[in-house]
């Protein structure tokens, strides 16, 4: 079953966003926002209330991180059923309607966040579903009118598929107006925005229905044996992978459905213009607040570092494709998860 959902959004005149989302989830309502380094909130400012009883909201927890990949979430228990919540913050009121929505249960489920790449969706969610995934929360970072997305209901792989797709219709980077004292961002000119929101949405939604979820994107494809990543779960440890860039032997982007043949010939190398990834499968219930590559907090520090997945892109026809020749090793898939799970340190 396909669900699309359009999360109500709070923006300030200047275009800031005091929350990308104001969700309730049972009986939680959950507020999700940025630290802004150029023009920060003041949250001890805002002002909630309940309709129709007018109660302020008091008792409110908060998950903030004003650091490289900022994010804020706020989340409050309500025993009341409203019927909408009013904000008000430097003068401005809003009033944005409630409606209970959670998200269908799993043991195991995945979230991303995309836009342009959303035909590689059938083979993304065939994919996973042979690693365990039950449910998938699929963020389109733009208006859901924009697609027609009839294609996922006749798809073999998406049509009986477990879907949600969320309306994430915001700024994926966010222009700074004046330096940050973070590096990267000031060398940059902008800070992190939609895809941090994003996934710290999902993981204080998907709490009460889910157990484990990945954190991936559409390029990007664990290929950690499932029943390692079982074992993992009945430790209760949360997993960080390490990232394999990998392409086709000519240098051509892999189609997801290639790596189901283990035969398929590659050419794999653990650093992508210099640079390692990583991303994530997570207890939901130790972590409190998630970064775009690591859990920043996580209760139970029960993580394990484990290979991994393959981080796909097109070299061919690119500047980088000498480097690509040069740099990474041909394997067929087979022989490099071979190659990696017989490595010393590549199991916990």
């Known amino acids: 079953m396909i669900e699309f959902r359009r999360p109500a959004k709070v923006a300030l005149p200047d275009g800031r966003l005091l929350f990308s989302a104001v969700s309730q989830i049972g009986n939680r309502i959950i507020l999700v926002s940025t630290h802004y380094f150029d023009h920060p909130i003041d949250f001890d400012s805002v002002t909630l209330r309940l309709i129709p009883s007018g109660k302020t909201l008091t008792n409110v927890w908060r998950h903030f991180r004003a650091d490289y990949e900022p994010c804020v979430v706020l989340s409050a228990m309500v025993d009341e059923a409203p019927i909408a919540l009013e904000l008000e913050y430097e003068g401005h009121p809003w ?60 798809h073999d792989a998406t049509r009986n598929a477990s879907i949600v797709i969320v309306q994430w219709d915001i700024e994926y980077w966010w222009k700074l107006s004046r330096p940050t004292g973070i590096r990267r961002y000031d060398q940059q000119g902008f800070q992190h925005h939609a895809q941090t929101m994003a996934m710290n949405h999902y993981l204080h939604c998907a709490r009460r229905s889910s157990t484990y979820a990945f954190f991936v994107d559409l390029d990007e494809y664990v290929f950690t044996p499932a029943s390692l990543l079982e074992e993992c779960s009945s430790a209760g440890a949360s997993v960080v992978f390490q990232s394999w860039w990998a392409a086709f032997e000519d240098g051509s982007a892999i189609e997801p459905c290639a790596l189901f043949d283990p035969k398929t010939r590659l050419r794999v190398h653990a650093m992508g213009g210099g640079k390692y990834r990583t991303k994530c499968f997570v207890k939901l219930s130790d972590v409190s607040l998630m970064g775009i590559h690591f859990p920043h907090q996580n209760a139970s520090r029960n993580v394990r570092f484990l290979d991994g997945f393959f981080h796909t892109r097109a070299f061919r026809g690119t500047d980088q494709y000498d480097e690509f020749v040069d740099q990474y090793r041909p394997y067929t898939v087979s022989e490099f998860i071979a190659e990696r799970f017989n490595s010393p340190g590549s199991t916990p």
């Open 95 to 154: 009033t944005v309607p409630l409606e209970p929505q959670d998200l269908p249960p799993s043991s195991r489920s995945l979230m991303t966040l995309f836009k342009e790449d959303y035909r590689r969706l059938p083979d993304f969610v065939r994919y996973y579903a042979a690693l365990g995934v039950e449910q998938f929360c699929l963020y389109y970072n733009g208006p859901l009118d924009n697609v027609d997305w009839s294609f996922l209901e006749t």
